[in-house]
């Protein structure tokens, strides 16, 4: 089976300039899909599988344009002799916000799911204040594997 039928998210065009960090290194370059479990970035020079990607994304207007930041890893790179076709895809892994309404945003809107499962909001053990919350994102295939 190829790669794209072993796909069970929908992919939606999404051509938007993506603010990410790669080993504490700034870049920006331009997606072209989005679906539930990732995002694909156009990049001339992908970084390796299972590199660690932090993309920092603002809600929509309505929601005052607050910042998010999902961390993900590289699960796909595409690398071509032509250019324009060279890219990585993110898959996402958990979301990061200063609010538990943003992230329930977030998940209600990107991952269609209806509640926020509480199992998977902690506080992030990272933020300085404390105020600070993650959601880990349960990749399906990843239990089924196990």
């Known amino acids: 089976m190829d790669e794209k039928n072993k796909r069970d998210s929908q992919r939606l065009p999404m051509f938007r300039v993506c603010r990410y960090i790669i080993e504490g290194r700034q870049y920006a370059d331009l997606s072209t899909n989005i679906s539930e479990r990732g995002i694909f970035i156009k990049n001339f020079s992908p970084p390796a599988l299972g590199t660690e990607v932090t993309l920092e994304v603002k809600l ?3 929601w005052g ?3 998010l930041k999902i961390l993900g890893r590289v699960a796909h790179v595409n690398v071509d002799e032509d250019p324009h076709k ?3 895809g993110i898959e996402f ?17 990107i991952y269609h799911e209806e509640n926020l499962e509480k199992k998977n909001l902690a506080e992030n053990p990272y933020s300085e204040d404390e105020s600070s919350f993650e959601y880990h ?7 089924k594997e196990k």
């Open 60 to 62: 929509p207007e309505d």
């Open 86 to 88: 060279c890219g990585m």
């Open 93 to 109: 892994v958990k979301v990061i916000s200063d609010s538990v309404p943003m992230i329930e945003y977030f998940v209600r809107e």
């Open 137 to 143: 994102i349960i990749n399906e295939d990843k239990v």
């Open 65 to 67: 344009n607050q910042p």
